[in-house]
Antibody, heavy 122, light 110 residues
Framework: QVQLQESGPGLVKPSDTLSLTCGVS?????????WGWIRQPPGKGLEWIGY???????HYNPSLRSRVTMSIDTSKNQFSLRLTSVTAVDTAVYYC???????????????WGQGTLVTVSS | QSVLTQPPSVSGAPGQRVTISCTGS?????????VHWYQQLPGTAPKLLIY???NRPSGVPDRFSGSNSGTSASLAITGLQADDEADYYC??????????FGGGTKLTVL
């Protein structure tokens, strides 16, 4: 079954860029699925960041759009997240996930990676 | 403030039935977009519990069921068990934001 694994620095300085990668196994990242990122601040709820398709581009949460870029590396079967100009409010567990749908726009996230905690602090 | 509204907490005794509501609007649930539910056990990643309003992925017990009507959806758990204690989130598509989650509901098994 499809498995996802996040990787990247656990500590980022304020105003720097947060960079994470999600490795995908048991599925090709160019299979036609969308791949996404979700975050969860400590003790709080889930927030959708965005998702990307190898051929169709990316869609981002409007509240983060000015700071977010996602990319896909088909040679490594992985996709990435960049979030610029981070502050303490960006401290969160970041999850990657595959997007699945029975009908377009009726998207669900399944499965999820285990998540990685990124702390923004000097 | 989440686009989808859930009660912060619900509780029930073992064996009882509990429901968790998810209230949206005409730009998401009310527009006919599917509602999905996730279970997040302590210290773990969310797991898909119900998809497309009423469907259970393979392996999810039939004690869990979903429904929706108008601009709201509900998750019902019957025969409550201790290991159902978790956070539960609803999720749907929104014409303004795309993907939105509820604020989450903490289920306590008394």
């Amino acid at each position: 079954q499809v498995q996802l694994q996040e990787s990247g620095p656990g500590l980022v300085k304020p105003s720097d860029t947060l960079s994470l990668t999600c490795g995908v196994s048991a599925s090709s990242i160019s299979s036609g699925d969308w791949w996404g990122w979700i975050r969860q601040p400590p003790g709080k709820g889930l927030e959708w960041i965005g998702y990307i398709h190898y051929a169709a581009g990316a869609h981002y949460n409007p509240s983060l759009r000015s700071r977010v870029t996602m990319s896909i590396d088909t040679s490594k079967n992985q996709f990435s997240l960049r979030l610029t100009s981070v502050t303490a409010v960006d401290t969160a567990v970041y999850y990657c996930a595959r997007i699945v749908y029975s009908v377009p726009y009726h998207n669900r996230f399944d499965p999820w990676g285990q998540g990685t905690l990124v702390t923004v602090s000097s | 403030q989440s686009v989808l509204t859930q009660p912060p907490s619900v509780s029930g005794a073992p064996g009882q039935r509990v429901t968790i509501s998810c209230t949206g609007s005409s730009s998401n649930i009310g527009a006919g977009y599917s509602v999905h539910w996730y279970q997040q056990l302590p210290g773990t990643a969310p797991k898909l519990l119900i998809y497309d309003n009423t469907n259970r992925p393979s392996g999810v017990p039939d004690r869990f069921s979903g429904s929706n009507s108008g601009t709201s959806a509900s998750l019902a758990i019957t025969g409550l068990q201790a290991d159902d204690e978790a956070d539960y989130y609803c999720q749907s598509y929104d014409t303004n934001v795309r993907e939105v989650f509820g604020g989450g509901t903490k289920l306590t098994v008394l």
